[in-house]
């Protein structure tokens, strides 16, 4: 009932800006906590960022001062701005988020992950 589809990867070089964008489709009533995760080639998914049920931000300390995670309740949509890239930003990112949503019968709440998108910085 819920989809969570990633944009606005690809090849930057180091120093420049991307901005992921991720939205969820369905039968969405409410995104409650929203995150972003990467994982490198040869490494486990790691935390990028993340804001709770209650808001607070949280960001791992290898981003912090760089990236900026955001969302627009509206369009039930998440962003991760990334700025001063560097070549060990690089990885797949995805977004990861707990919806309510409605089944046509009731309503639930489940964990749900966008497919992934590249991230390359390139020095």
């Known amino acids: 009932q819920v989809q969570m589809v990633e944009s606005g990867g690809g090849l930057v070089q180091v120093g420049g800006s991307l901005r992921l964008t991720c939205a969820a489709s369905?039968?969405?009533?409410?995104?409650?906590?929203i995150g972003w995760y990467r994982q490198a080639p040869g490494k486990q998914r790691e935390l990028v960022a993340t804001?709770?049920?209650?808001?607070?931000?949280n960001y791992a300390d290898s981003v912090k001062g760089r990236f900026t995670i955001s969302r627009d309740n509206a369009k039930n949509t998440m962003y991760l701005q990334m700025d001063s890239l560097k070549p060990e930003d690089t990885a797949d990112y995805y977004c990861?988020?707990?919806?309510?949503?409605?089944?046509?019968?009731?309503?639930?709440?489940?964990?749900?992950w966008g497919r992934g998108i590249q991230v390359t910085v390139s020095s």
């Open positions: 369905g039968t969405v009533f409410s995104i409650n906590r």
């Open positions: 804001i709770t049920s209650s808001g607070s931000i």
């Open positions: 990861n988020a707990e919806v309510t949503f409605y089944s046509g019968i009731a309503y639930y709440t489940d964990d749900y």
